[in-house]
C-alpha cells in the first residue's frame, strides 16, 4: 500500500520525524494537535479545525473520523471540551477518550487531539 505524508509545514517535523497525518490504504491517523487560544474551548476548535485541514488533505473529512484522543491538563475543564467536540462532531459521534496528562509541550496550552479515521 501506498504512504502519504501530510506535512503542516512545521520546521520541528523532519527534526522530530513525525507528520501532522500519515495515509495508509483507507486509514488516516492524525498526530496530537495542539491549538491557539486563551481559552479551553478556543484551543480545542483551533485543534479541531487544523485536524480537519489535514483529513482533508489527505482525502477525508471529519465523517471519516472512527476515534479521537483529548489529552487534557486539567480534568476538571473536561466538559468544556467534551461540549466543543460535539458541536464539531455532532451526529458523526467517533469513539472518544479524555485522558488527563501534567503538561504538555508548551504550558499555555490546555488540549492536545488525535484523530483517526477511515475512508
Do not use: C
Not at 19 to 36: E, F, H, K, Y
Not at 49 to 77: N, P, Q
Amino acid at each position: 500500500m501506498t504512504r502519504v505524508n501530510i506535512s503542516s509545514g512545521s520546521e520541528w517535523e523532519p527534526r522530530i520525524g513525525y507528520s501532522r497525518a500519515v495515509r495508509i490504504g483507507n486509514q488516516i491517523a492524525v498526530s496530537g494537535t495542539t491549538g491557539a487560544g486563551d481559552t479551553l474551548a478556543d484551543q480545542t476548535r483551533a485543534a479541531l479545525k487544523t485536524i480537519e485541514a489535514a483529513l482533508g488533505e489527505a482525502g477525508a473529512s471529519l465523517t471519516d473520523v472512527i476515534r479521537t484522543r483529548m489529552y487534557l491538563t486539567d480534568m476538571s475543564t473536561w466538559e468544556e471540551a467534551a461540549l466543543v467536540h460535539g458541536e464539531v462532531f455532532g451526529e458523526i459521534r467517533p469513539a472518544s477518550t479524555i485522558l488527563e496528562v501534567s503538561s504538555l509541550i508548551d504550558k499555555g496550552l490546555f488540549i492536545e487531539i488525535e484523530a483517526d479515521a477511515v475512508v
